[in-house]
């Protein structure tokens, strides 16, 4: 009795994580509407809550209202059984609670009260309001990929090793190019008024993500296997040139400095794990390509630093323009990072097993990063647009064209037209003209003034 839940093991064979059962229709619903919820709804409050959107409330509320639905739905399935110790459960209830922290927050937040001790307490509130309300979704990521992983299944026993070093370093990949999109769209006024280069942080968590690595990915005191050695020496490269990085950051006079490094981190790091040793053939072509991806996401962002923006900062003293090349290396990062959480040895054997090949597998794992570059990109963008109203518009002409190459083609058109005003013979001043002389040539002019004003 005390095990009767839809979530006991009274079906699950020993050994395993879960029932041979499939996944039923109000699972399905559970998994979609919490994706909904916490992938989607969330986030998009969050950037209306930051820039004090009169839909932040109303849409938190839907959020909160689907999360709930979806939490009981997932207490009411049938069909396929999980371990009832699985991390996807334990991890609901720290969820959970900054979830009910955060409505709190929310509703105490709404109620205006500032007189006395109440101000101070606001205060408190509103700083744990805005804390909780970003990290809820980095915590929603990760509780998604609980969930895949319980519904899989996976990342058991002795998987647990390589999963974690998959799911962990592909969500970094995945995060950074999150960092660089932000960076790249809105964040160089910031970044600027920091007074170092984007380098000298990249290379500072290069360093530390480095120096951890060189300690971690092999069990001192044991033998060493293959695996161990390409894990420890990565580590090793990335503390040595993470350093050169920091170095690198300024130049001689102590201004911010652009360098490669990072790249350079980026392009062998991938060429490193394009060639790591697989048993299965599908798995080897996701390791290449997933090589290929990260190395050509570090070439392309060298060529940025070094030719696109010849070491400047940003194209324009604004911040707010871009050049079509600078989102390669950045969506690139996003594909590698999803290859690489999608290359565990398991799901190689789920895709050996189910008739896709090795490229149709490739396919979607791409899909997936270019939707998700694209939500962020969409929340970016209501962010800058509600963030900035009042922006002055670009004034372009539609006959003309933008400015080409540093020139103004309405000037230039000015100046050629009345290139054929200008007299020889008065050292290039321009001929003065009654309208009685020339009347055609008076009205030509007046055309073509306002024509260009207008």
């Known amino acids: 009795m005390a095990l009767g839940h839809d979530h006991d093991s009274s079906h699950i064979e020993d050994g395993e994580a879960i029932s041979v059962d499939p996944i039923d229709t109000t699972l399905w619903i559970h998994i979609f509407i919490q994706m909904a919820a916490w992938g989607v709804i969330f986030p998009l409050g969050m950037v209306l809550g930051m820039v004090k959107s ?22 009411m399935h049938g069909g396929r059984e999980f371990r009832h110790d699985n991390v996807h459960s334990k991890f609901a209830t720290p969820i959970s609670i900054m979830l009910f922290a955060q409505v709190i927050f929310g509703i105490y937040l709404k109620l205006h009260i500032e007189r006395g001790i109440y101000g101070k307490i606001r205060r408190v509130v509103k700083l744990g309001h ?67 280069s984007q380098e000298f942080f ?16 092999h069990r001192w005191g044991s033998a060493w296997v293959e695996n161990d050695w390409q894990h420890t020496t990565m580590g090793i490269i990335w503390w040595c040139a993470g350093l050169v990085g920091i170095w690198l950051s300024r130049d001689r006079d102590g201004r911010p400095k652009r360098n490669f ?13 394009g060639g790591h040793p697989q048993h299965m053939a599908v798995s080897a072509e996701v390791h290449k390509m997933y090589g290929y991806t990260l190395m050509a996401a570090g070439a392309t962002r060298i060529i940025e630093v070094s030719f696109v ?10 911040g707010r323009e871009t050049n079509s090349f600078q989102y390669i290396p950045v969506f690139l990062l996003y594909a590698s990072g999803f290859m690489f959480m999608g290359a565990t040895e398991e799901q190689m054997k789920l895709i050996a097993g189910s008739g896709m090949d090795h490229v149709a597998y490739i396919l979607i794992l791409f899909s997936l990063a270019a939707l998700l570059f694209l939500f962020t990109m969409m929340l970016i963008h209501v962010y800058d647009r509600n963030a900035n109203p009042n922006l002055p518009q670009k004034e372009l002409d539609g006959r003309l064209g933008p400015r080409l190459n540093g020139n103004d083609p309405v000037r230039d058109a000015e100046e050629f037209e ?28 007046g055309r073509n003034s306002n024509g260009l004003a207008h």
């Open 54 to 75: 009169r839909w932040h409330v109303p849409l938190q509320v839907i959020g909160t209202a689907l999360a709930i639905l979806g939490y009981a739905l997932g207490h």
């Open 130 to 196: 805005g804390i909780v309300g970003k990290a809820l979704p980095v915590f929603a990521w990760t509780q998604m990929l609980f969930g895949g992983i319980t519904a899989l299944g996976f990342c058991q026993g002795d998987h647990i090793g390589q999963c974690l070093a998959h799911f962990i370093m592909g969500s970094a990949f995945i995060a950074y190019g999150i960092l660089l999109t932000i960076l790249l769209l809105v964040g160089q006024l910031w970044l600027k008024r920091t007074g170092r």
């Open 202 to 217: 990249d290379s500072a968590v290069i360093t530390a993500w480095g120096v951890i690595n060189t300690f971690t990915e």
């Open 261 to 273: 490094i990072p790249g350079f981190i980026i392009l062998i790091t991938g060429w490193a794990f």
């Open 309 to 318: 923006l010849r070491d400047r900062a940003t194209l324009s003293a604004d």
């Open 418 to 445: 009345l290139e054929g005003l200008m007299s020889e013979d008065e050292d290039g001043s321009p001929v003065k003209h009654l309208q009685g002389d020339d009347e055609s040539l008076d009205s030509t002019l």
